[in-house]
């Protein structure tokens, strides 16, 4: 399992980098993994600001739909638009060229909560 310990992760398996006050998230190696062949993205919150934990969006595989969380609080200012073509980036390079969106973060400290690789790992039993 790929985990770089670079990112930050969630409780609702997406990953975060961190750049001064934008966020990239997408979803985990072990959540693509658990979802199986992604068949289609969609992310209609650009240019909207959420809170975290608000729904942005959804990823369809083959047998089911999952809704993504915001992990931090701000303005969705950028989505992958290579998502729209090739879904399946997000499952043969999740960290990488399937990342989802770019955040304009409102609330640094809210990074504070987010787990660090070894934290995630824990979680998913890894």
Same mark, same amino acid.
């Given at each position: ?19 001064g ?27 909207e600001t ?15 739909? =999952? ?5 931090? =609080? ?34 640094? =400290? ?17």
């Amino acid at each position: 399992m790929n985990l770089p310990a670079e990112l930050k992760y969630t409780k609702d398996h997406e990953w975060v980098k961190i750049d001064g006050d934008v966020a990239t998230v997408g979803i985990t190696d072990f959540a693509q993994g658990e979802l199986g062949d992604i068949v289609y993205v969609e992310v209609e919150t650009v240019d909207e600001t959420l809170d975290k934990e608000e729904v942005f969006g959804t990823v369809e595989a083959v047998k089911t739909v =999952s809704d993504l969380f915001l992990p931090l =609080s701000g303005e969705i200012i950028e989505f992958n638009e290579i998502l729209e073509d090739e879904p399946e980036k997000v499952n043969t390079d999740p960290y990488g060229e399937g990342w989802m969106i770019k955040i304009k973060m409102s609330d640094l =400290s809210e990074t504070e909560g987010l787990m660090s690789d070894e934290d995630y790992k824990a979680l998913i039993g890894a």
